[in-house]
């Protein structure tokens, strides 16, 4: 198992942190090393309640490696990060994301894949990829219907940071607290789900999931397909990973 995934186990809570100093990016062996924890010990009966967090107060993460948007990466990076985000609507656990610190990009979808998200009031959260000549393929697919298509639009072509307070009032976090109160304001939370009967809880996590999940998957799926067939084409999505990795400007092919 990938050493940047640890999991503790306490009573029928399992905290699964992702440690990928400095920014926690998921690159393809964290990706896939998260998927088979989680699935693990959501498989094994004994968790009820699954808390999703990163080491570190720079980042809850700042997304998918860039370096694995390569055309001999891109299919296998999308086969392992999607795969794990759906992962998130089959587990029986109710997932909790404590977020510390700026989501951006994969690590945002990350966050939102959960079913409850607390955030502290300081973090914040992005989808940078058109910066990249790029798109995120999650948030294509399910935020308009969350949020409306207008926000979504406005999130995912200017790609500019929102705070988690916009986030709440969005209705993508459910509880923003300062920083120095997330901790604190995760375990409440914990403890509150703790009380309810561990099997109602869990089948009424899966039959809200069951509302969206056959929908979302074929979203995603269809998002992914673009991604590969044609995103994947456009010359400028390969200088603007290029731009990105070699620290400079992108230079834009001129449309006409």
Known sequence: MNSTVQVEQTGRVATVTIDRPPLNVLDIATIQSLHQTIEKVSGEGATDIL???????????????VSDHTPDKIPSMLEAFHGLILLFLEIDPVSIAEVQGPALGGGAELALACDLVVAATESRFAFPEIDLACFPPVALATLPHRIGPQRAAELVLLGAPFSAEEARQMGLVNRTVPRKDLSSATRALVESLGQKSPDAL???????????????????????????????????????????????????????
């Open 202 to 256: 869990k089948l009424t996590a899966r039959t809200l999931r069951s509302m969206v999940k056959k929908s979302y998957t074929q979203w995603i799926r269809d998002a992914e397909d673009v991604y590969l067939k044609q995103l994947t084409e456009l010359a400028d999505m390969h200088e603007g990973i290029r731009a990105f990795m070699e620290k400079r400007k992108p230079r834009w092919r001129v449309s006409g």
């Open 51 to 65: 808390v999703l967090r990163t080491a570190g107060e720079r980042a809850f993460s700042a997304g998918v490696e």
